[in-house]
């Protein structure tokens, strides 16, 4: 099995370094979001500088998804967007996911972190998960853009940005409606969508989606397999087009999701991670494990022509309400089935919402000098309670300790990017924006039952009143028609902040400084054989400075959290799309990524240093980066065969790969590394030739690779028997698809 992942990822590699885009993957996207040039089928239309503009002609290393290609593979969350785009990875744990791009991300257990991978949801940012609960439906195309992108995108992007772009209305009245059975997780998912005009000047589009599945981890105590999903999504946009001059479009979400049971089994600490597919974890005293929320996202976005300009406004509310009940597999490994009592478990109830306008005005293009200016704000308000419970029999301990945190937050830029066209080929991009951020936050915590607090009991109060920078520059040369070269220089930030849900926290320790990053890049672009040949590489040398970090202390069951001095990550992305013949296509995507951190003093120590390190006296500079593979890549290939003047047939098949990582805080060499791994999901497809009906069989991670998003130490005394948790990640399931289209 190893021979052959590592025979698959060198091949994935070699292929791919001949080329950063996978357009094979988009080519797909619907005829309403992607204008296409009858002169190149394979044109991608993105809006990755606030403009509609060629993917072939973004100096930014970047890949797009499109929204047809992830409904061939059930796509529900932002995790499945990492199959096809390297040196993107996203992280499982009970808590949030976190999207790392480049080995640089916010981990996930300060639940206050600002994201150093900012998403966006048709413009509106969500900088935390559960605000983005609904929008992995109906899309019209995913854009994944690596490094910083402080300029254009503002928010805290400064290791990349994510933006999410959903379907609208169509010219035609159309819709579909979409079955699926998954006889692995034994349930069901529903989608669909109604598409047309109301009026000569309304649009409107309405989309659904209704999951109810069981998991893929048998529950002993419950006789259940966890985590069952239940949710329901929903999403209504309307676009008004009274004029050449005007356009508005309003879209309003909901979503509402329910995880009944949780992803951790345990293993040995004493040997590799050996994931099972059975745990044993009993109702704690805070109730059934799993995760309940529910979301709102608003936008309304218009467009008005002032003579060769256009004024555009973009106004965004969020909203969301979740609560997490967590607890840790209890089944001793190598036990023959025997477990511990619960020892720990926590519950994290929160609440947030968000208002933002963007106002902007972009310069027609096709000038010397074209010009986007605009303006930002935003104001939220987070809550964030946790309800930590010990049961230690060693201790002969049982008590809770609660604690909350509230945060007030308001932020506004300026922005601006100007291109000089000093030639027909030749053009010099200068960006650069001022973000102001202010922030309030209090903490505190109480002893609810127990003979004793067993973490400290404290509170804290803190205030952050800070501007940041982010400038960049860019040159941008075609050396021949459909082969461009650029070189940029950029630097992103992203706002201090508060540490949420760590007991123990005073005001002393309860702020921790903006992370700042600096990018310096190349690449080239081209589009060969009339568009048959897509080949895009990108080099990269990306350094933060006062990295956010938040690392787990096995001895102490808590996490420490703040600023880690410097880290570095360089590396090569590419890719290679081609077209040989009509109906079938070919795309390869890879990266090498090296990260190390530069200095890091005051550092938690990691397992492979000596028992006598302390973290006052540690630096773990030279080391490196959890959660960050040398090698990624993935393979993408499809083809369609006509068997009738009615009937077609396709076929998809996605490889994806990477090379072993650390997936524990303390880089443990035994219990903390991810192997190698290559994950192969495959889609058949029976249809008729005008797409009105289809029949499709749906395989994932068919070669069953059982990987892990993420692995802890639980310790003794906080435990009667010391285990790995680890956080296992779906295995393979298949399903069946059926759909009309009309």
Same mark, same amino acid.
């Given at each position: ?12 590699a070699?292929?791919?370094m001949?080329?950063c885009a996978?357009?094979?993957m988009?080519q797909?996207?619907p005829?309403?979001?992607?204008d ?21 002609n973004?100096p930014?290393?970047m ?5 047809a ?6 796509t529900?969350?932002?995790?499945a967007?990492?199959n ?13 996911d976190?999207?790392y791009?480049r ?9 206050a972190?600002?994201?150093s ?6 413009g509106?940012?969500a ?7 609904a929008?992995?439906?109906?899309l019209a195309?995913v ?8 300029a254009?995108f ?7 940005a ?6 609208g ?14 006889? *692995?997780h034994k349930?069901t998912?529903? &989608?669909?969508?109604l $598409? +047309?005009?109301i009026?000569d000047? =309304? #649009?409107a589009r ?10 893929y981890?048998y529950?002993r ?17 309307l676009?008004?087009?009274p ?5 508005y ?5 909901y979503?509402k ?13 004493t ?10 974890l009993?109702?704690?005293?805070l109730? *059934?494990?799993?995760?309940k929320?529910? &979301?709102v996202?608003? $936008? +309304?976005?218009?467009?008005?022509a =002032? #003579?060769?300009?256009?004024?555009t406004s ?21 036990g023959?089935?025997?477990f511990v009592?619960n020892?720990v ?14 106002i902007?005005i972009?310069?027609p ?15 939220s308000?987070y ?15 049982f008590?809770?300790?609660d $604690?909350?945190f ?9 922005f601006?990017?100007?291109t ?7 053009r ?7 973000s ?8 505190a915590?109480?002893?609810?039952y ?9 509170s804290a ?8 920078v982010?400038p ?10 459909r082969?461009?070269v650029?070189?940029t ?6 706002s ?11 005001s002393a320790?309860?702020?921790?400084e ?6 310096f890049e190349?690449g080239?672009?081209?589009t ?6 897509v080949?895009n590489?990108s080099?990269y ?17 808590s ?5 880690a001095?410097?880290?570095?990550s360089k590396?090569l992305?590419?890719?290679?799309s ?9 795309s ?24 006598t ?5 540690n630096?773990l ?7 960050s593979?040398?090698y ?8 369609r065969?006509d ?6 047939f ?7 790969a990477?090379?072993k990582?650390?997936n ?10 991810q192997?190698?791994?290559a994950k ?6 029976l249809?008729?030739q ?21 692995a802890?130490?639980?310790?003794a ?10 956080y296992l990640e779906p295995t ?11």
């Open positions: 099995m190893k021979a052959r992942n590592q025979f698959l990822l060198s091949g994935v070699a292929i791919a001949l080329g996978a357009p094979a988009a797909t996207a005829a309403d979001t992607a296409i040039d009858d002169s190149n089928t394979n044109e991608i239309i993105v809006t990755a500088q606030k403009r509609e503009q060629n993917l072939q973004v930014i290393s890949e797009v998804v499109s929204g290609k992830l409904a061939e593979f059930n529900s969350d932002i995790k967007v990492m096809y785009t390297p040196n993107v990875f996203v992280q499982s744990t009970a808590g949030n976190v999207i791009i080995g640089f991300g916010s981990p996930p257990a300060n639940f972190f600002d994201q991978v900012s998403l966006y949801v048709d509106i940012y900088g935390r998960n559960r605000q983005a609960q929008p992995f439906f109906d195309r854009e994944v853009l690596r490094g910083p992108q402080g254009l503002g928010k805290n992007t400064a290791a990349g994510v933006s999410v772009v959903s379907a209305p169509t010219k035609d009245f159309e819709g579909a409606i979409t079955g699926l059975y998954n006889f *692995d349930g998912d529903f &989608s669909g969508y $598409s +047309g005009p009026t000047t =309304l #649009g309405f989309a659904y989606k209704i999951v109810n599945q069981d998991g981890i529950n105590a419950t006789d259940h397999d966890d985590p069952e999903i239940k949710s329901q999504l929903l999403r209504l946009t676009k008004w087009e004029s050449d001059n005007f356009d479009t309003a879209k309003v979400e979503g999701r329910t995880v009944i049971g949780g992803i951790t089994v345990s293993s040995p600490l040997s590799g991670q050996d994931p099972q597919t059975t745990r044993y009993e109702r704690s005293a109730g *059934d494990e799993g995760n929320n529910k &979301s996202m608003i $936008s +309304g976005v218009g467009n008005l =002032l #003579g060769d300009f256009t004024l973009v106004t965004g509310y969020s909203w969301f309400k979740s609560k997490i009940v967590n607890g840790f597999d209890q089944t001793i490994p190598n023959g089935g025997a009592p020892s478990y926590n519950a994290f109830p929160e609440r947030f919402d968000q208002i933002s306008q963007e902007r972009l310069s293009t096709g000038k010397t000098f074209e010009f986007i200016a605009g303006a930002y704000y935003d104001k308000d809550t964030l309670e946790q309800f930590q419970g010990f049961n230690i029999a060693s201790l002969n301990y008590g809770r300790i $604690s909350i509230r945060q007030k937050a308001e932020s506004w830029s300026v601006g990017q100007a000089f066209n000093i030639s027909d080929a030749f010099a991009i200068g960006s650069l924006r001022y102001h951020t202010k922030k309030d936050g209090d903490f915590s109480r002893l609810v127990g003979p004793f607090a067993l973490r400290p009991i404290s109060t803190g205030s952050i009143s800070e501007g940041n982010d960049s520059v860019t040159l941008q040369y075609d050396i021949a028609p082969i461009m650029y070189a220089w950029g630097r992103g930030s992203k201090g902040g508060f540490v949420s849900n760590t007991l123990g926290t005073r320790t309860f702020t921790f903006p992370e700042q990053s600096e990018n190349a080239i672009k081209s060969l054989f009339d568009g048959k040949v080949a590489v080099a040398h990306t350094k933060f400075k006062d990295l956010q970090v938040s690392v787990y202390q096995p001895a102490t069951s996490y420490l959290t703040g600023n001095a410097a880290a570095t590396g992305e590419g890719s290679l081609i077209f040989p013949i009509p109906n079938f296509d070919i390869a995507s890879a990266a090498y990524s090296d990260i190390k951190y530069d200095d890091y003093p005051g550092a938690a120590c990691l397992a492979s240093q000596p028992l390190c302390a973290p006052a006296t630096n500079a030279g080391y490196p980066v959890a959660y593979s040398k990624t890549g993935s393979v993408t290939a499809h083809a065969f068997l009738s003047s009615d009937l077609k396709d076929i998809t098949g996605v490889a994806s990477r090379s990582y650390f524990s805080d303390n880089q443990s060499p035994i219990f903390g590394v192997g190698g791994y192969l999901d495959l889609r058949v497809q249809a008729d005008d797409d009105s009906w289809h029949v499709a069989l749906v395989g994932k991670n068919l070669t069953n690779e059982k990987t892990i998003g993420s802890f130490n639980l310790p005394p906080i435990t009667a028997t010391p285990r790995a948790i680890l393979r399931n298949i399903s069946v698809e059926a759909g009309i289209k009309f």
